[in-house]
């Protein structure tokens, strides 16, 4: 079925434009308005089913006047606008648009995007939401490729990772630090048709500003002092597959406008390199900012924020995910207890209630390290309490009553881990195979955070 759309929109090349694009996929254009009047006139005589919306118009109302007008009438619509600061997004996010495209935009990132808005309104955003409800009897399976959780807010990143997954869009995950965005990048790809490419990781983070357009883009030999061979960057290693760019809000602004045309363009340069290199990337990125912000405080660039924000992805914090943490915990303390070679333990109802209860600042890495800790320390059969920030516990060294930071924390649970392993970091037995981390980043971590290891031998 050919669907209908109206397009509203007063620079004339645009719409004409977008009329082009639109039909040559097979939708049939009904009209194009110029201000929200006509928009009206042209929805009596032609009944859309969809509307693309540009925000400022003709006439004195903006599209914004009329998006609430199509929401009263459940008619879906996504805004294509230019205009993008802080407080027009914050008022057209309000009005429950299935999408928002800033101009200049590429063909394929409107045809995604509507296609994705269609499948959404067709299988009806609440018509999904009321059977999720009806399928709430416990399902302990919870199990989507290793993400696990039953929660509402759970199912329904699940939803969008699946419509998501096999097309070629960029994805930015947003959440606060710990809630899975670097594994649900990974069921993206897995999910995907780059399955048999690489998914390369960049944590941006951690890229040495001097080195940054190198690790990138990669260098010929003698492109600088101390280039003694060629290297290959992140994108060349993920050609054919995906690219992770982590804390994308750490990228430094003079190396992003650098990266917006390798994705723009799909072609790289090698530092001091003759030529352009193609490459095929798809880009995930993934940050705990409010990248609007950013942007509206000059920090972020404006079109690299609306190039990666094709389809956003939040993640919920932990505390929102009401029924979660109890599958969570019992899967890692199933998890940490086969590592260790202990007997499941069973966690008792007070003690899952005083998860339940508490905040998670540091989200599912925080309880994981939670479980991991109370695991590795209890000698009985049932964990009765957990070492959580703010409550009194018998376990050792956790008896302070103050918060403490993540720092503390992870510093107090690999110390414990290696006082188990007798300082025995790498190998069979060693705290990187229990802790689960490779070696080389264990050793890092415990860099970072002061923990010198000799004091755990005898
Ligand atoms: N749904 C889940 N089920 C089981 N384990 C999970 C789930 N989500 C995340 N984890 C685990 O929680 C930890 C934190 O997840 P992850 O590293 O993906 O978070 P993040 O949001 O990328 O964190 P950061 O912002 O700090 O990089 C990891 O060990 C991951 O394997």
Same mark, same amino acid.
């Given at each position: ?113 509507? *296609?994705? %808005? ?7 955003? +609440? ?6 409800? /009806? &399928? #709430? =009897? ?97 994108? *060349?290693? %993920? ?7 982590? +804390? ?6 003079? /190396? &992003? #406008? =650098? ?108 309880? +994981? ?8 320390? #209890? ?80």
């Amino acid at each position: 079925m050919n669907r209908k759309i109206l397009i509203v929109e007063d620079e004339f090349i645009e719409a004409n434009n977008l009329e082009r694009i639109l039909e040559k996929a097979g939708y049939a254009v009904t009209g194009i308005a110029r201000s929200v009047v006509a928009a009206r006139q042209e929805m009596e005589k032609e009944q859309p089913d969809f509307v693309l919306i540009d925000i400022f118009l003709n006439g004195p109302q903006t599209g914004i006047d009329l998006a609430w007008e199509l929401k009263k009438r459940n008619i879906p619509f996504l805004y294509l606008s230019a205009n993008s600061n802080q407080d027009t997004l914050e008022a057209a996010k309000k009005t429950g648009p299935y999408g928002f495209l800033v101009k200049p935009y590429r063909e394929k990132d409107v045809l995604v995007m509507l *296609e994705i %808005a269609v499948y959404q309104h067709t299988n009806g955003r +609440e018509a999904l939401l009321k059977k999720q409800r /009806m &399928q #709430s =009897k416990p399902q302990m399976e919870g199990d989507f490729h290793g993400i696990f959780g039953n929660s509402h807010a759970l199912k329904q990143v699940i939803e969008q990772l699946e419509i998501v997954a096999p097309t070629d869009t960029s994805v930015l995950i947003l959440g606060e630090s710990g809630t899975g965005k670097e594994r649900v990048a990974e069921v993206i790809h897995q999910l995907s048709n780059r399955n048999r490419g690489s998914l390369v990781k960049v944590d941006c983070t951690t890229l040495p500003p001097t080195l940054i357009e190198s690790i990138l883009f990669g260098h010929e030999k003698g492109a600088f002092t101390g280039a003694t061979e060629r290297r290959t960057g992140k994108f *060349e290693q %993920a050609n054919g597959g995906t690219l992770f760019l982590d +804390e994308i809000g750490e990228m430094p602004v003079d /190396m &992003q #406008s =650098k990266l917006l045309r390798a994705i723009q363009q799909k072609e790289i340069e090698r530092l001091g390199g003759a030529s352009a290199i193609k490459v095929d990337v798809r880009v995930i990125a993934a940050t705990n900012r409010n990248l609007e912000l950013e942007v509206s405080e000059k920090r972020f660039r404006m079109d690299l924020y609306y190039r990666l924000n094709v389809f956003p992805l939040p993640m919920p914090p932990l505390r929102q995910r009401e029924g979660d943490i109890n599958l969570l915990a019992i899967h890692f303390a199933e998890t940490f207890c086969r590592r260790l070679g202990k007997p499941v333990k069973t966690i008792s109802a007070a003690a899952m209630q005083s998860l339940i209860s508490y905040s998670w600042p540091g989200n599912i890495r925080e309880l +994981e390290h939670v479980i991991e800790r109370t695991v590795l320390l #209890s000698r009985e059969d049932i964990i009765t309490e957990f070492p959580l920030p703010g409550q009194a516990t018998s376990t050792a060294s956790t008896s302070s009553s103050t918060l403490k930071t993540m720092a503390e924390n992870e510093r107090e649970h690999i110390t414990s881990v290696l006082k188990n392993c007798n300082g025995k970091v790498s190998g069979p037995g060693g705290a990187a195979e229990i802790l689960g981390l490779p070696v080389s980043t264990l050793n890092a971590r415990m860099k970072k955070l002061g923990i010198r290891n000799g004091k755990f031998f005898h």
